[in-house]
């Protein structure tokens, strides 16, 4: 079960309401999310300019596919940091940096875990660990199909249609993957929590 904080409740709204196409909450999302994103986005690309262009890049994917977040997957945040995180590499694949800033991108993989992990406590790490254990043996239930077009829409930030043509499988057999496995997952959470 993820931890359900004020915090990532309040998150979890903006992005229903984002979804809807709501702007005042994209804003209200914008404002409580954008500088620790930033940081993410800075510890990957080290240069500002580069940074602003992950985020604008990162919240454009929020508002066109905050439908596709999921809350038995991941918290909001967590979400948000995969976004970045992907948005970030996907600028130093592009080559927008130095050859040197591109070596520095495998010093620490996933620096968002690192800064997360300095600020919390113990309590909140161990129901982080169950949780990633839990998602973990849910995942290992879907099909591979499933498991694998579920990968690639959260956590590597793909549309629908982008899963489609990396999977080379018709759009609709691609929604219809992503669709039960999530339905796959939201049974495994619920008999989990009985």
Known sequence: MLIKSPENQRLA???QRVAERDH????QLYDLTAAHLYG???RFVRQRELADDVLQDAFINVWQHAGS???PLSTPMTWLISIVRNKSLDHLRKGKLEGDTLVARDDNPHPE???AAEHADPLELLTVAMEKRELGRCLAQLEPAQRQSLALAY???LSHSEIASHLQVPLGTAKAWVRR???RLRL???ASQV
């Open 188 to 190: 495994c959470y619920e």
């Open 69 to 71: 977040y999921a809350a």
């Open 24 to 27: 005042a909450s994209f804003r």
């Open 181 to 183: 496995a999530l339905g």
């Open 155 to 157: 956590y590597e930030g």
């Open 13 to 15: 709204t903006l992005l």
């Open 113 to 115: 875990a690192e800064q």
């Open 40 to 42: 993410v986005a800075m």
